[in-house]
């Protein structure tokens, strides 16, 4: 599996941006796939996760009410849109295919995941 990630961008404080994964390969609804980011100097951190079909979803603490992640299985693509989005959360965006996942604590895990996208750079100025 293959994942590009796109939609990153220099934005103002209460933008939006909403991210894309695409994917190639394998069929995509085999996996689950999650959204990472990584800012400068911290560790690598959960944004959000979908389950196979979208039955499941889960969102770090700091992006609840903000983001949401939803996926196209026919387009192979995964979106996280992100709404009132703050200068915290500037970070290189990744997403990540792995799973299916049994335990929800899988969801969180970057090391549970298989396949990474190369990342999209998101800036928010204040």
């Known amino acids: 599996v293959q994942l590009q990630a796109s939609g990153g961008g220099l934005v103002q404080a209460g933008d939006s941006l909403r991210l894309s994964c695409a994917s190639s390969g394998r069929t995509f609804s085999n996996y689950v796939v999650g959204w990472f980011r990584q800012a400068p100097g911290k560790e690598r951190e959960f944004a959000a996760a979908?389950?196979?079909?979208?039955?499941?979803?889960f969102y770090g603490g700091s992006m609840k009410g903000r983001f949401t992640i939803s996926r196209d299985n026919a387009k192979n693509t995964v979106y996280l849109q992100m709404d009132s989005l703050k200068p915290e959360d500037t970070a290189v965006y990744y997403c990540?295919?792995?799973?299916?996942?049994?335990?929800?604590?899988?969801?969180?895990?970057?090391?549970?995941?298989?396949?990474w996208g190369q990342g999209t750079q998101v800036t928010v100025s204040s």
């Open positions: 979908i389950s196979r079909f979208g039955d499941n979803i």
């Open positions: 990540a295919a792995g799973g299916p996942f049994r335990s929800v604590i899988n969801y969180y895990s970057p090391g549970r995941y298989d396949y």
